[in-house]
Structure formats: C-alpha cells, structure tokens
C-alpha cells in the first residue's frame, strides 16, 4: 500500500485562498471598516542585495512584492500587494542592475554593501555567484540587528558560517537561510507519516535541477524531513553547473527502533519540481509537486511560502530555525562538496572536512575584497 501527497490535491485550497484574500482585502478598505484613530501598520522595509546576474531576487520574489506600479516583465504577479513588506533600498555589485531593480520597484538603489543599515527592517540577499562573500556583505547588518535572508547553499566554507553565526548570536539578530523546497507542505507531511511506516528501509527521491550548488533544492528539504543526524554522504557528477548527471546520498544514522538508512536524490530534467519515495517495512509514502504552467500558479505554491517565512523573521525578529540547524545544513552540504571535488564521489564522514576547505567558486572574481572596510 502507498499514499502520496500530491500537489494536485490543493487546486481547490488555492482558489479558496485567493477569495478570502480578497474579501479581507476588501475588508479593509471599507469606509468604516475600522476606527479611524487606528493606524495601519507600518509596512517592513525590505533591502534587496544582489539582484542582477543569477538572482532569485529579480527572478520571481519580487514579483511577489512588486509595488501596483511596477512594470510586469514575465507571466504577472499577484496583482495585488501580496505581503506586508516593500523594497525600499537596492544595491548590487553593478550599480547599472540595482539602478534598474530600484526603478522597477520604486525603491533607492544605494552605493555601497553596507548604506542601507539603519535605513530597512531586514535584508534579502538574493544572488548565487555572491554567496563566498555572503558573511562579510552580510555582517554590518547582523552587526545592527537587521535580520537577513542569506541566499543558498549559504557559505562556500565552513568558517565563514560560523563566524556569521557567532556573531549574530551575539547581537542576537535573527537569520533565514533556507532552499524553497523547506517551506513546502510536503516536508511536514512526510515527516508526521514516518510512523505509519515502520522502519525505514531506504529512501529515494528526485529534483529537477542541472546546477548542483544552487536549484539542488531537495537536499535540504530531505533534511528537514529526516533530521540532521547524517553520518555520511556522497556527491557524484560531471559537472557542477549544467551536468548531466547528478546523485546526492546521505546516510543516516538513524534512532531509537530505527537502523542507519539510505537516502538517494538524483537530478531528472522530468520538469516536476521534486519526487519523493519513503519505503518503509509496512508501507511507503510518497510526495510529489507537478508544475503549473502558470507563472501565478508557480508565484503561489513554489515561491510565496518561503518569502512569507522571510516576512515573518523580519516581522517577529526570530530566526527561522535555531542557528545550529543552519550550522549543519552548510556542514553537510559542504561535506557533500568536498565528496565531489577531493573524493571522486567517495562517501565522507561529516565532521571530518576541515572548517577552513572552501568549495571552488563558480566565479572567483566576482566581488573585489577591497570593498570591504577593514576591522
């Protein structure tokens, strides 16, 4: 017997959502509706860093939190104000991009990394090829307090978490740092049927994505699903950007009536967005999110949930999970890497990767250290 957890099965929820978003906007607009003495809330003040070549940022976010009269430059957005958040400040690496992204937004793009400290409520950093310098752009705002969204796979060596880390422990500033696919119902949903199954006898699972560093989703989301307790894992393929080929292995070392596991995740260019296999004794346990070809669609189920747990750590100022949790997700994606480039694939313990090995950079020559200030 099998049950699966399909994406499907939320068509109705989703225009069922859609309707009490706009009677509740509607709500709120009434003459009346409220007392006039009482003030809206303040709206968070977002920046955005990183927003030009390969960000998510100007890829699909923002078509969340597109101002009414910002320009529409793919399949729409929302076509309401969906969040309580607006990008009031831009910068990027090429002031031409954050120039750009400012005007579509109608925000302020900002010369240096560090000038909108004291000018925002948190900080988004949305780009890949920046994240080796991720800890030093986003450490004068951890510094202030701002909270930040740190763009994934998060650090490209382990010493740079951690000192991002020790310090937001320090100025007890709340972090974010999470794939898309950790957001998803699914993950708590697979995870509440674990019981149901007896113990687990292995796990395999699929991701749409050819780049293994940045769209390799699933791997987190696995994680979340199963725990952080891995004892080792193995990373195989032909090339880390655009392969052909790609399988993640984690073993687990399991607990209480339950035996060290597989689990297997493998790159398909099938266009769902993950599959997800739990075969246990008793039973097996399934999940799987089949694409829409409607970009609101993809806005909806594929982004909004983790930008709304954006809004909510900048709101609430409360890290999304404890910093541990995001110490050891680096850990074993870098374990993972290490795997990949110093073992020919061969599994490796977690732990065992030295805090100082650093992950090749997919552009070495991106950010110029010199722009940042010293001490």
Not at 8 to 28: G, P
Request: net charge neutral; proline share 5%; glycine share 6%.
């Amino acid at each position: 017997m099998s049950q699966e957890i399909s994406g499907n099965e939320h068509a109705s929820s989703r225009r069922a959502f859609i309707k009490t978003a706009a009677a509740t906007a509607a709500v709120a607009v009434a003459p009346g509706a409220a007392n006039a003495q009482e003030k809206a809330p303040r709206r968070l003040r977002i920046g955005a860093a990183c927003v030009g070549e390969y960000s998510f940022m100007s890829f699909c976010w923002s078509d969340i939190m597109e101002p009414d009269k910002a320009t529409i430059s793919k399949g729409g957005t929302f076509g309401t104000p969906f969040l309580n958040m607006d990008i009031t400040h831009v910068w990027d690496v090429n002031p031409a991009e954050a120039q750009k992204f400012a005007a579509r937004m109608g925000a302020v793009a900002v010369k240096n990394y560090d000038d909108m400290v004291g000018k925002v409520d948190g900080v988004i950093f949305g780009g890949f090829y920046e994240v080796p310098w991720q800890h030093l752009l986003a450490r004068p705002y951890v510094e202030a307090g701002i909270p930040v969204y740190l763009s994934r796979p998060f650090a490209y060596r382990l010493r740079d978490m951690d000192e991002l880390l020790n310090l937001a422990a320090k100025h007890n500033t709340a972090i974010i740092a999470t794939a898309k696919h950790e957001h998803y119902h699914e993950a708590p949903a697979l995870k509440s049927r674990l019981k149901s199954i007896g113990p687990i006898q292995c796990v395999q699972a699929t991701c749409w994505a050819s780049d293994f560093p940045i769209h390799f989703h699933t791997q987190f989301m696995l994680l979340k699903i199963f725990g952080y307790d891995v004892d080792k894992v193995s990373v195989i393929t032909d090339k880390e950007i655009g392969n052909n080929y790609l399988q993640e292995t984690y073993i687990f070392k399991g607990w209480e009536g339950q035996k060290p596991f597989i689990c297997s995740l493998q790159n398909v260019m099938n266009q769902d967005s993950f599959s997800i296999d739990i075969i246990g004794r008793d039973n097996t346990v399934s999940a799987k999110m089949v694409r829409s070809p409607s970009w609101q669609d993809s806005l909806l189920f594929r982004y909004a949930p983790q930008v709304i747990d954006m809004q909510r750590t900048f709101d609430t100022k409360k890290s999304y999970e404890p910093l541990d949790i995001l110490r050891k997700k680096t850990e074993i994606f870098l374990t993972g890497y290490y795997s990949l480039k110093e073992r020919n694939g061969a599994p490796v313990t977690v732990g065992q990767v030295s805090t100082d090995w650093q992950a090749p950079l997919v552009k070495p020559n991106w950010i110029d250290m010199a722009m940042f200030k010293k001490g």
